[in-house]
């Protein structure tokens, strides 16, 4: 009986010392999280009339490198509607707006301006101008950044309406 | 000895991953270029022979040079500062003090002929975009353009310094220097970086190379990098390749044919080095004495090894 | 309380409290090692003195070094190369040892592999070698951040990036262990703290585990004799040092082990001074450019053959092809099903499967490396169909293998 009780409070003792490990292990998981000010760091808004055709810019949002392409009539009249359906829409232009990173390991594509294409010089995967895979090893076109039309404006970072049908609809994550 | 058969069988494997990985890998990853001696065979010969005298009164009139180029050691400022220059040109126009020495009189011929040409970057000013190079062609002076071309190059010929005077330091930066910083040399695309005491003036300094930097940004299509590691990351061979013609090694590229003679380009090549392998010659002479060293290492632990195994086997 | 006495000498009280005489008798003179042992036997004190080195020449980087996005590569490539007298020495150690000790690492294991050193009782000497590869590789990686190169900073956006586990899309984890979108300051701080005290510590905890299991069931010999190492001890103390099938570990060993270690440092030395390139790739010469990826990023040669791996296959099963080429090594003890602790070339179909490994290793390396394009990308799928191949064979081969 008293070898019983002793087993039994060494245990208890080993439970109580566990609850402490275990509450000091979530402290040290969220010590590691991204700070508050990386997290609030994360909004960028660009001026879409400012892009001429067919003429990739790559601008900055989270420290990853964003497409913009604005698309040229014949671009557009190659374009299925699926295709369309990745179409970012500001005042009536087409733009493609995607994260400049392949989706297979996160290299950056270069574009090809003569044939409207990116090519991904890590793995030799290759994207045509919507963001779409057109070879493998990437799983899935260029992904869609969270973004809200404000005007002429375009807020990354933010879900808007758009953004949020894109992405019930599985066009992007 | 079966030792011996078992080191050769670890060695052989060892060597053949070490040439899959390296020698071969890289050879099937990088493009080869065999340097050309910087002989620039595709630019015609001088056959005229220059005279300095009438050359520098085609530099300094008719050529008119000088309404863009300082010339320092004949006493000509440049017209306007750097910074003001490449808000003009797109880069800061290059004094003409050494040119005679720092580039091959072949290129300097064709240069001032035809800039575009003799520099390589004829697809960034094709009749279909509309530009032209900034650099005005010299179309002569109503005499024989072969001869005055001949004599304005004899002339910067005779101002420039012996090449045994051209420093590597200099040779950088008349050569490189006006697109490329670098920063382990404190040189910025407008000069050496000075020591200030202001606070401010330290910050208008940067300004100033910023707006340069801007103005080159928007002239070349992205700043040309700086140099300070170029030694470690790209190797003596592929810069030689390299700056003799910078088309083979990447096709399309802004950067110019620079046309330095063989000379410079050694030069060019020991001042990257001193930036960026600046132990080099101590790496040398330390690993020669720590060779020596452990191969009596090895050899003393040999006798000792043996002197304890007499008694085992 | 123990009785003392009045110390004759240093030596004597010094033994009297730490009893070195017993250690020095249970560690060195008295540490039984088979005779019957080639060169391959020395990679243990190889690897030894290449990680004093890695750690010498890393405490004096750690002076100098800078853990700050904007300061960590010219800390390390001017301060260091350039303004700190015999900086470059410890820089060129450092990135050359920590080259090489993958080299004697896997020297070590197939001569482990070869010889049937994880069997018998000796499984637990496999098993904590391979927790040393495991964390000598998180050491190599996070090291490999620190001079914030282009090579440092897209290696760490490609193996990060595996942490999301592909079809899952578990971004939280990966931005969790970058603390950031992408690779920056958070991340390079965290990788430098593992560099620099975690990992280092939990290696020298490792090598007294693998150091202590080998006490018990001993060093294996060339031929796999089992040896009676009471009764040869006896021989040797009884002054029968030549007919005794055992030495002692020091000086016996030691001195051998020294002579493998010079000739060894001979090669390591030639290789800082004169021929590093290979282990300081000039690609992480130019500093880390987030909106810019170099033409080809591949890792450091001794990880190519799991990269490689994971390389052909479609996301998911390349993940899936990557974690079992991670952990299977590990089963090696079990997977082997013979009874037989001999070396490989006398044990028939085993001795193939050796060599094909061994080889087949080799060409996923090389195809590791090579652009993914034409007959290299089918190379490197077949080479990596043959390696999980070759592991589903191994329990049959061996099964059929007779008792020796």
Known sequence: ????????????????????????????????????????AGFTTLDMSAYKENELVVEKWRGKPIFVLKKTAAMLAKQTDADKARDVLVNGEHYMVCIGLCTHLGCIPGYRPESSDFLCACHGGMYDFTGMVTKAPPPRGLDIPPFKVDGNKLVLGEEGPEYKKMKETGITL | MKELFILAVVTVFTLATYYLVEPFAHSKMHKHVESEKFAYADLPALTKKGDANRGKDLVMGAGACTGCHAIKVAGLAAPMDPVATAQSYGVNTPDLSNAGVVYDAKFLAALIKNPAHALKVEHKYDAASGKVHPMAQFGGAGGDLDQEVADMVAYLQSIAVKQDKLTPKMAFETACGRCHAMKYENWTQIGDKPSFKMKKDELAFDIQVIDYQDALTKYMGKLPPDLSMYIRSRGEHYISTFVENPQHLIEGTAMPRVGVTAETAEKVIEHLADAGDTKRVERDEVGKKVMVFIVIFALFAYLWKRSIWKDLH | MAHFTKATSVHDWINQRLG????????????????????????GMVLAITFALLLVSGIFLLMYYQPNVNTAFDSVNYTIMREVDFGWLWRHVHGVAASVVFLVIYIHMFTGIYYGSYKNGREMIWISGMLLFVTFSAEAFSGYMLPWGQMSYWAGMVITNLFSLGGLHADGIVEWIRGDYVPAQAFLDRFFMLHVLLLPLAIMGVIGLHFGALRIPHVNNQDGEELDFEKEAAKYKAGDKKGSKVIAFANDFMSKDLFVVGIFLIFFFYLVFFHYDFAMDPVNFDPADGLKTPAHIYPEWYFLWSYEILRPFSTNIGLMAFGFAQVIFFLLPFLDRSPNAIPANRRGLFSLWFWAMLVDMIVLTAMGKLP??????????????????LW?????????????
């Not at chain 3, 070195?20 to 990679?43: C, G, H, Q, S």
């Open chain 3, 372 to 389: 993914p394009e034409g007959i290299f990308s089918t190379i490197g799928l077949v080479a990596a169909l043959v390696f999980i191949g």
């Open chain 3, 20 to 43: 070195i005489d017993t250690v020095r008798r249970v560690m060195a003179t008295e540490y039984w090692i088979p005779k019957n042992i080639n060169f391959l036997w020395a990679m």
């Open chain 3, 392 to 404: 589903i064979a191994l329990p049959f081969i061996t099964k059929s293998e007779k008792k020796a």
């Open chain 1, 1 to 40: 009986m008293k070898n019983g009780r002793r087993a039994f409070m060494g245990k208890a003792f080993g439970a109580v010392a566990g609850v402490g490990a275990v509450a000091s292990l979530y402290a040290m998981k969220k010590s590691w999280d991204p700070l508050p000010s990386v997290r609030s």
